[in-house]
């Protein structure tokens, strides 16, 4: 079985500072890494992926992560936040093969940008 | 194009009453999921459709859940009855197939409270 953890419940951050949002993973088998956020009062949307290649992967709004599989991370990064990031973001794996594209996610992280 | 849609939006009931929800998938996508989001955790997979067909429904307590997909486009969750436990959002998702790393799309989720 895999399973995701997020130390952080909550992430307060000044806007146009820099922030990085912890998830580590624990599976027997490889898995592909997910980070989605989740805006007030809307659905979960993909952030970014990671399936192979290079281990720095990008989304287009800014931020990065990075596939560490000696340390089972997938850290999210961004150098400058704004106000609009505020969100809960969730990690999440799914198995190479066998498990269905069943994710399994992590318990979130809020994030909460001030000014 | 048109996200998953789900609705109702929010509902109320009280406990032992009957209850469902309803999904539809973005168009083309033959996978649906359907998953449950508790307070202050990541979203957890109830059941998951490929076409019409359950094809893995291990965690969804048959006892008073039920699901289905006919025609392998819409879908409805149904309680029968309600428990104040089953206070939680219930969240629908669907991709265009089941490969391992395949984005889901989620849609904004169905709030339940019960009384």
């Known amino acids: 079985a895999q399973s995701v953890t997020q130390l952080d419940s909550q992430v307060p951050v000044f806007e146009e500072a820099p922030v990085e949002l912890r998830c580590n993973y624990s599976?027997?088998?490889?898995?592909?890494l997910f980070w989605y956020v989740q805006y007030p009062n809307q659905g979960l949307q993909l952030l970014l992926k990671?399936?192979?290649?290079?281990?720095l992967v990008e989304s287009i709004n800014g931020f990065e992560a990075e596939f560490n599989k000696s340390q089972t991370s997938f850290h999210l990064r961004k150098p400058s936040v704004h106000i609009s990031d505020t969100a809960e973001y969730f990690c999440?794996?799914?198995?190479?093969?066998?498990?269905?594209?069943?994710?399994?996610f992590g318990t979130g992280t809020q994030l909460k940008v001030e000014l | 194009e048109a996200g998953v849609v789900q609705s109702p939006r929010y509902k109320i009931i009280e406990k032992k009453q009957p209850v469902a929800f309803w999904c539809n998938p973005i168009?083309?996508?033959?996978?649906l999921y359907w998953y449950l989001q508790n307070l202050g955790q990541g979203p957890e997979l109830l059941i998951r459709?490929?076409?019409?067909?359950?094809?893995?429904d291990s965690q969804l307590p048959k006892d008073r859940f039920s699901a289905e997909r006919l025609k392998g486009v819409d879908s409805t969750l149904k309680i029968q009855p309600a428990e104040l436990g089953d206070s939680a959002v219930y969240l629908c998702?669907?991709?265009?197939?089941?490969?391992?790393?395949?984005?889901?799309?989620f849609g904004p989720g169905t709030r339940l409270l019960v009384l």
């Open positions: 998702a669907s991709s265009q197939g089941t490969s391992a790393g395949e984005t889901q799309y």
């Open positions: 599976s027997s088998v490889s898995v592909y």
């Open positions: 990671y399936l192979s290649g290079s281990t």
């Open positions: 999440a794996v799914t198995r190479f093969t066998g498990g269905g594209n069943k994710l399994t």
């Open positions: 168009s083309g996508h033959n996978t």
């Open positions: 459709y490929e076409n019409e067909e359950a094809v893995d």
